[in-house]
């Protein structure tokens, strides 16, 4: 995007469709049901709902290239992260309880982007380019903090003993959300402004990937991510009526609406990172995959916490021994990756196979 480019359409379309949406169910008291009429209504709240979540991501890359990197990739993780919380928190809230519904979200964003997504990224880049590069100190920092607070939020639970079951007591997880926060704040702190160098690599076609925006083009993409991040805040009550509906019409298992949550928030965030790594800049797709799973443990699990607790809801942490398999393999398998420096094709097929295997077993326990 540059200051001579034309905003797309869609940029503006969607998020004034989603707020003309929401205000127009909100006047006429519509109730979703199982109908052709909840079809239909379905269909265009995932359009108008997509098309939103596109938008706001189209408008924090807009900033992200004015303000460069790594502040860039961070600003669209953020925005991203602001949209999963929203949409877990609704659907945890509503009069369904959903107590595991933060646990499975934040399981399948880290299984869909550390084997997935960046399977999906090394393998592209691959074929394309045989072999890519990364700074492998910037890899090292984003995998110690995810390993550590994947470990506290998502195994912990289920070794304590002062409550029954994977979950944490009020008070151990009040103490998890301030140890969350305070180590993201550390990694942001690095990340911004210690180690900066550690999150760059020189790309391989030798370009440095910058633009230039006019400041007329940053103030307006500031507006419109507002009002689209608020527009899918609003309308993820409608969209978590719609999950719970088809959920329950088809009988999937209790894994499936979180897994639906995460492909939904990580979709547009997966597009920019496959782009990247087609032009050779698979540092950023890692920056963009590895932190939009440090954002999501970092910032989702205190936010839901503080929630739950101020609600008096139950919130389930813990995963299942085979969910906390899948964690470790993950974990192991990431560590193999990222150790040298250089990727291939293989690396990238090995990570896919993961995330084969993770999705089977959302449907086949």
Not at 93 to 103: H, I, N
Request: proline residues 4%; hydrophobic residues 55%; aromatic residues 10%.
């Amino acid at each position: 995007m540059s200051a001579y480019n034309p905003m797309p359409r869609s940029a503006w379309i969607f998020p004034a469709l989603a707020v003309l949406l929401f205000t127009a169910v909100s006047a006429t008291g519509y109730v979703f049901t199982l109908s052709l009429g909840g079809l239909v209504f379905a269909i265009v709240l995932l359009v108008i709902l997509f098309g939103t979540v596109f938008a706001a991501v189209h408008h924090a890359e807009v900033i992200a290239e004015r303000v460069g990197e790594p502040y860039g990739t961070l600003v669209l993780t953020l925005s991203v992260t602001v949209i999963e919380v929203a949409l877990i928190t609704t659907i945890m809230l509503g009069d369904k309880p959903a107590p595991e519904l933060a646990r499975d979200t934040v399981f399948a964003v880290v299984m869909i982007v550390c084997n997935g997504l960046v399977g999906l990224c090394i393998f592209i880049g691959g074929l394309r380019y045989r072999e890519q590069g990364f700074q492998l100190s910037g890899a090292n920092v984003y995998l110690s903090v995810l390993f550590a607070l994947a470990t506290i939020t998502l195994i912990m639970p289920n070794y304590t003993t002062t409550t029954p079951g994977p979950a944490y007591s009020a008070l151990q997880l009040g103490f998890v959300d301030v140890v969350t926060l305070a180590l993201y704040g550390v990694f942001l702190y690095t990340q911004t402004v210690l180690h900066k160098d550690y999150f760059v690599h020189e790309r391989g076609d030798g370009g440095s990937g910058e633009t230039h925006l006019s400041g007329r083009m940053l103030a307006v993409s500031v507006v419109l991510l507002l009002v689209a991040l608020l527009a899918v805040v609003l309308l993820a009550k409608k969209f978590s009526l719609v999950v719970d509906a088809v959920a329950a019409k088809i009988g999937a298992p209790p894994a499936f609406a979180g897994l639906l949550v995460a492909l939904l928030i990580l979709m547009p965030e997966g597009v920019a990172a496959v782009a990247a790594a087609r032009k050779n800049d698979l540092q950023k797709s890692i920056n963009l995959a590895l932190g939009s799973s440090l954002a999501t443990i970092g910032l989702t699990i205190p936010a839901v916490g503080v929630a739950t607790y101020a609600l008096d809801k139950e919130l389930t942490l813990g995963l299942s021994s085979q969910g906390s398999v899948l964690l470790l393999l993950t974990f192991f398998l990431s560590m193999l990756t990222f150790g040298t420096g250089r990727t291939n094709v293989l690396f990238g097929l090995v990570h896919m196979v993961v995330f084969a295997v993770y999705v089977f077993m959302v449907f086949v326990p």
